[in-house]
């Protein structure tokens, strides 16, 4: 069954800069999502990842904080950008459909800490 | 706007003991509810799926039931083990795709 993989794994950020993660699946999935998990709480979807257009945003994310890519079926990046402390999370990416049917699959998350 | 409720937040049981970890949604338009398992600081695993129109799914010592039209699910764990320590997320699957989170159920067996 597919699996997920992210990079990095963790980083540690200043105030003001930009992260890239990516997102990579080893097989093609319909749906690519973000989500994140603030410490101690559960997970809140940022957006779906659709392929050659514009992510589809849930309410209280903007593209201009968190913009996304998906050029492919299988490759997506969330980056964050201007940080805050605020912005210490998991940022979790996960993929619907392909081989996993209506299964939701995660991957392994991104620790972000932002000093 | 689907909320998802688990009871309880947290639970420590001894080795060996069988469990019920609950969950309960607003809106019984579902397509499907998954039921997660997450370790500290690590990402989710998917544990068992079911869909709408079933009642139940088994995998191994799991055992979940679904009853939509009262918006519940339980998780069944049959024989608990120190290894299943660890926060249990149940999510529903509403239109448009998103998957909608519990607060979790952090369990905790002791040997």
């Known amino acids: 069954s597919a699996v997920i993989s992210q990079k990095p794994s963790r980083d540690i950020c200043q105030r003001g800069t930009s992260l890239t993660i990516q997102c990579q699946v080893d097989?093609?999935?319909?749906?690519m999502f973000w989500y994140r998990q603030q410490p101690g709480q559960s997970l809140t979807l940022i957006a779906t990842a659709n392929q050659g257009s514009e992510a589809t945003y849930e309410s209280g994310f903007v593209i201009d904080k968190f913009p996304i890519s998906r050029p492919n079926l299988t490759f997506s990046t969330l980056t964050v950008s201007n940080m805050s402390p605020e912005d210490s999370s998991i940022y979790l990416c996960?993929?619907?459909?392909?081989?996993?049917?209506?299964?939701?699959?995660f991957g392994p998350g991104t620790r972000l800490t932002v000093l | 706007k689907q909320e998802v409720t688990q009871i309880p937040a947290a639970l420590s049981v001894p080795e060996g003991e069988n469990l019920v970890l609950n969950c309960s949604f607003t809106?019984?338009?579902?397509?499907?509810l998954q039921w997660f398992r997450q370790d500290p600081g690590k990402g989710l695993t998917s544990l068992l799926l079911i869909q709408s129109s079933q009642r139940e799914q088994t995998s191994g010592r799991l055992n979940a039931s679904l009853d939509k039209s009262s918006g519940r699910s339980t998780l069944y764990i049959a024989a608990s083990q120190p290894g299943d320590s660890a926060t249990y997320l149940c999510?529903?699957?509403?239109?448009?795709?998103?998957?909608?989170f519990g607060g979790g159920t952090r369990l905790m067996v002791k040997p």
């Open positions: 097989s093609q999935v319909t749906m």
């Open positions: 996960s993929g619907q459909g392909g081989n996993r049917g209506n299964e939701q699959f």
């Open positions: 809106d019984s338009a579902i397509y499907n």
């Open positions: 999510a529903v699957h509403n239109a448009g795709n998103m998957l909608t």
